[in-house]
């Protein structure tokens, strides 16, 4: 059974320098568990720690089971004690049995545990432990977004968040605790709720049936932006960096069904979680093109004629996700055997459990890897980056009956943000198709009152690498979202085009790449 060696091996070895998502999604260990499953059983253990620790050292067991290490025996016992389902390993298991041999003591220092804590249940136990030792990082709330595609606000609210208290702030619920039932609405994005940041609703119904999805804030505002007000009216729209497809599926819940939307992604094993993930969102409108480069798309072939809206949130640096989170350092119990634990992944012997994984755990996983930070980035990459960003929307400019783009980052740095937008209003294409930004007082509710805009001082860095600065309505038409703040959002910049002048009709998009830019600060 690997699950549990395999926890092990997250948590031991010296390579702190990976972040705990980045160990468990990353293929460097090697690891044949489900992430999912070995995210929840280290977060679950790291939350109980001092309380396990002190049942296993004095239930006193450790010198009997030579397979025991302490890292293990925490994991084991916290599924012993705690996991619906017991230890999950066949009974006959060298692990499973090396603790279970041990019940009756370890039953029996459990009761004393939570009786000297005065807890009646093991729910109240919980509780107070949390409290004793609350986790490191609770500050962003989970967001989750209810897909009006299959469900509505009133309907969740009445169901899966029954009970609920609704009044909460997003700070409120950023401080509590899964078990609490409290969500606050937030008032910027409709059918969008933030709740405890160790919430999970990945087990429920209404998120298996595709009626939630985990969504950041930020996340939900290029898709609000393109089509959140009744003016823009969307005929077809393009998504243009689709995969896994978390505003696509937004955007298809903003807009009418009349219209169709073209997912495009490159890459081919993206492009199939895309597909169920539209799917699992039932938006029967998206049209998925898998394994498809927007930038090889004909702006000008009669399948596109119809475009009005595109949304470009391509791959960037990643900088603005939020904290970190380092791999939990756990309190150990007491090894009378003194030996010490170097790995615990050595065994040859140990049978890997390769189980299929079904289509919605790969995307839970793929969502969350999109959101795993890259702490690698310099100035070279971020030129690189900005260029192509550049590039795809330039590319965006040039579809005949576009009138509306969104172009989005989970990026902090104004290479990828202000100086994009500035490279953009200076490029041919931009200023022969009339495209120009979103005014502030022309965005959605909601949006319009997001207080975080365009950085005012982005504008020593535009000069800095020569690009044109931009004009005060231009920087207030950005909006930006910073990381780690009270609004519990990660770290991103959305900024909306609109066509205002030039033609409109759809018969003069002679665009041509190597029209070029004004701006020619960076090269790939
Ligand atoms: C930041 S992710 C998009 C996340 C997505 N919008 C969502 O909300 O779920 C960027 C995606 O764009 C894809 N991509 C990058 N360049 C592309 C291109 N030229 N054409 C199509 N897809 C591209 C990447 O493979 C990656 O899946």
Known sequence: MSLYYDAATVLSGSTQEDSFKSRIYGNKLELKSKPAHLYALISETAK????????????????HESKLTPILSLLLVHDHLFAKGGIAAPSGHTLRRAVEKHKARLQAEFTKARLRRKCATVQDLKALLLREHPPAQRSQPRWIRVNALKSSLSDQLATTFKGYRTDATISEVARSFGATKVLAMDPNIPDLLALAPDADFTKTNAYTDGKLILQDKASCFPAY???????????????????????????????????????CERDGRRSKILQSMIEKSGASNVNVLSAQDFLSIDPQHARYKHVTHLLLDPSCSGSGIVGREDVPKLILPTDPRMQKVTTEKGSKKRKRDQQDRTETEVLDE?????????????????????????KLVEHAFAFPAATRITYSTCSVHVEENELVVSRLLSSAVARTRGWGVLRRQNQVAGLREWKHRGLVDAGSKLAELGAELLTPQ?????????????????GFFVCGFVRSTGDISGEDGNHNQADGDAWDGFSD
């Open 366 to 390: 793929e969502v969350e890897a999109e959101e795993t930070r890259d702490t690698t980035t310099d100035a070279t990459r971020l030129q690189k980056l900005s260029t192509i960003q550049a």
């Open 225 to 263: 932006l393109l089509a959140g007000d009744n003016d823009s009216a969307p005929n077809d729209c393009i998504d243009g960096c689709a995969a896994p497809g978390n505003k696509t599926s937004h955007l298809a819940a903003l807009i009418s069904g009349s219209s169709t939307i073209y997912a």
């Open 474 to 490: 231009d920087l207030d038409a950005c909006i930006r979202c910073h990381p780690g703040g009270d609004d519990g959002t990660m």
């Open 48 to 63: 109980y720690n001092h309380f396990l620790k002190e049942v296993i050292d004095n239930a006193a067991f450790l010198s």
